[in-house]
């Protein structure tokens, strides 16, 4: 079923008229006349049957979905810049898996930096990959993305249990599937040059816990994807 997020507020029995691009992709590209769809407003999901109204298309609300697509775990995923196509996977994935925030840091081997000039571009093109991968896996909430932050603003943004991935962790460190997690946890993944000590050093003093992601040291992406699955299972299998 076809999912958008609507930018007004939805009610049963109440009428929604889909955005430009909403309706030139209803009704353009898929040619949607007569079939249900699913509405998102404020985390809330409706089912809506779409018509052809001229060049519009109007949705007819027609009750909500009890089910709600979130997971019962708040995780924040703090990554390091890394690589465009990396990282726009790392995004489109996060929203999958359910993750509620992304925030964006820049450490010291990071081999990728900020533009300030192109900041503003990026991120807006970014949030359209998170809504569109939102949408795609109907989720009612698109993840909240921050602006790119340097890594010692990082510690003060946690919510939740502090995670740090750590490719030096050892074995002995704490596994992702059993470390003992709050109702929201923030998993910081570094960039393809890892974490200076130093850098490991702050976060741990700030009551992070660092955890091990196996014996093999993962790419920054691989590691953001494995991070977030392991954390999506234990939310959705209810082990929390
Ligand atoms: N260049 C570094 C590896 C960086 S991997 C080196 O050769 O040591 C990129 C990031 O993925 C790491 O900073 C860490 O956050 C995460 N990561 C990869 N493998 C990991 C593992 N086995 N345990 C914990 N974190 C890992």
Not at 84 to 90: A, H, S
Not at 171 to 176: G, K, N, V
Request: contains cysteine.
């Amino acid at each position: 079923m076809q999912q958008y997020f609507a930018d007004q507020p939805l009610e049963s029995g109440g009428t929604y008229e889909l955005t430009p691009e909403q309706a030139h992709h209803a009704g353009t590209v898929l040619r949607m006349d007569g079939e249900t769809i699913r509405l998102v407003y404020d985390g809330q999901g409706y089912f809506a049957v779409v018509h052809r109204a001229g060049r519009k298309m109007t949705a007819e609300v027609i009750g909500i979905d009890p089910v709600s697509k979130e997971l019962p775990l708040d995780i924040t995923l703090a990554m390091a810049l890394i690589r465009r196509e990396k990282l726009e996977l790392v995004l489109q994935k996060a929203a999958e898996l359910g993750v509620s925030r992304i925030i964006l840091f820049e450490s010291s081997r990071c081999v990728v930096h900020a533009r300030n000039e192109r900041i503003d571009r990026q991120l807006e093109r970014w949030r359209t990959i998170l809504q569109e991968a939102s949408e795609q896996c109907k989720r009612d909430r698109i993840p909240e993305l921050t602006g790119i932050v340097p890594f010692e603003k990082l510690a003060a943004m946690k919510r939740g249990t502090g995670l740090l991935a750590y490719e030096k962790a050892g074995l002995e460190a704490a596994r992702l599937s059993t470390v003992p997690l709050a109702e929201a946890c923030t998993v910081v993944i570094g960039p393809e040059g890892g974490f200076a000590a130093e850098e490991a050093e702050r976060l741990l003093q700030a009551g992070f816990i660092t955890v091990s992601l196996g014996r093999r040291i993962l790419r920054a992406e691989t590691a953001a994807i494995y991070a977030g699955s392991v954390l999506a299972e234990r939310a959705e299998s209810g082990a929390e």
